[in-house]
């Protein structure tokens, strides 16, 4: 075998210890430790929990359940946005940013995944938005250093440009990567969401560029339904939708990513109306058929 | 002033001699002949059908009436798609778009605006729908060279790419473009929609690109809704919604297009729930404040 062949094995099965359960994925009906339960006992090694999940948790138990289970985080969902309107809630986001991260450490999780906002309330200025999430990633990534936990920044889809995120595709996020951190890799780099970046002409170009570049810190899956009925929550189940999953989820491992894979699905009216035990089963299944 | 200062004019108020009325604005309601009367009464200089417009339309007669009116067509709406599951389907949308063509002609449109299509029907290939709409493209290149009417390829929002478009970026469009036709440049170029193209991050490099390379064949205007509530039928009317409408227009000017500005809105229940009349007047009134 040459020493550059693809490192990727063909498909997922048997390797659900290397897979993650974001907690959207079930739609948030049940508490974080009986939701962590859950997916350990599915067979799941990785949980990634959303910060709403935490209210009124105490943390470090948490993470005591966690590690009884066998279960690591594989990120902390997510940032608060950061461009505003005013200097003083941009400020406040850092501040709000920062106690995240310094929970994300005591949970000990692989990265924090930054979701970085759209416009700012009332602008049409995307470059200002740009600018204002530069300024913002900037500013957190000293405290992501002190506190050990990457920043994970997350292109979304364009289709959330105006409310979610001005960061639209791979190429954008790995460039805001080489402008804040060119030499120190090891607390910036980009989580891939699938639903995000399956369309990009240039996917497979920037998934090798962000290989090469050491700044893979997530890779997410689910699947984008031919008949979309909603622009946020009706993302499909892996298998059920158009995305070559296993030919994108290869081109990553071969870049050199040997980290979860998480399965993170809005589905409103589908998932989210089933047993958090089925919707498990039907991700472990589909985990190790399609991707 | 300097011999490369913009020559974009700092609004298009007194401009709808330039601007043109995309017939789904309107909705589809009426007979394409009363839509044409009502768009040259409100002042605009040009229309684009649809081809459904035309069902059961002597067309000679629709250009008479169209030159008594005083008004031109900015392009023909729109290709079949191209991508199909079998050789067959594929050569009868070829055939198709060559008898658009001649109507095209038979109008005197100013283009014939390409929506290629996503997948083929069953299929998660993107390569291949894309190599598909490449082969159709030039396959097609002939008949619009020998009819006189160019094809303005419109890419299409990234959330169409499984079931409209799988050309999503202008930069992708006008690779095709150079790949197709790299000399000859008369016959084959794009169409600037701001709806599917305005979130971009590399938006204005290829505006600029596309106006050296003599490429923009068109340009259409509408607006991104902060809350959009569909896919496909909730565009904005000019100024209610997040684009930078005027920097984007003048960037697209100082390119070197002086051609036809089209409104295209599909507005299922905003705006084609209002009287005709007051479509237009709105639709005057913003591209003269807003753009």
Redo the contacts between chains.
């Keep these: 075998m040459r020493s550059d062949a693809p490192v990727s094995t063909t498909t997922l099965r048997g390797q659900l210890q290397r897979c993650s359960i974001n907690s959207a994925t079930l739609g948030h009906r049940s508490p974080i430790d009986r939701v962590a339960r859950r997916v350990a006992d599915a067979g799941f090694g990785w949980i990634a929990p959303w910060r709403r999940d935490l209210e009124g948790v105490d943390v470090p138990s948490l993470r005591r359940q966690l590690d009884d289970d066998g279960l690591r985080v594989s990120s902390l969902c997510r940032s608060t946005f950061f461009p505003h309107a005013t200097a003083d809630a941009r400020a406040r986001s850092i501040d709000d940013n920062k106690a995240a991260l310094d929970t994300a450490a005591e949970l000990r999780a692989a990265c924090y995944v930054l979701v970085v906002g759209?416009?700012a309330e009332g602008?049409?200025?995307?470059d200002a938005a740009?600018d204002q999430v530069i300024e913002g990633i900037g500013t957190l990534l000293d405290h992501a250093a002190k506190v050990g936990v990457p920043l994970a920044l997350e292109p979304l889809?364009?289709?959330y440009?105006?409310?979610r995120s001005?960061v639209?595709?791979l190429?954008?996020a790995l460039d805001i990567c080489d402008l804040l951190s060119p030499h120190d890799r090891r607390f910036l780099g980009v989580a891939i969401d699938i639903y995000h970046v399956?369309?990009?002409?240039d996917l497979f170009e920037q998934i090798g560029r962000a290989g090469r570049d050491r700044r893979i810190l997530g890779f997410h899956v689910s699947d984008?339904l031919?008949?979309?009925g909603d622009?946020l929550l009706d993302r499909g189940m892996m298998g059920d939708?158009?995305?070559?999953l296993n030919r994108i989820r290869r081109a990553v491992d071969d870049a050199g990513y040997d980290g979860p894979i998480e399965v993170e699905i809005f589905s409103r009216d589908t998932w989210w109306t089933r047993a958090e035990e089925a919707v498990l089963r039907a991700c472990a299944d589909r985990l190790e058929t399609c991707c």
Tied chains: 1, 2.
């Design positions: 759209g416009l602008s049409r200025d995307l740009r889809h364009p289709m440009a105006a409310d001005c639209s595709t190429r954008q399956w369309w990009d002409p984008w031919r008949e979309t622009l939708g158009v995305v070559e």
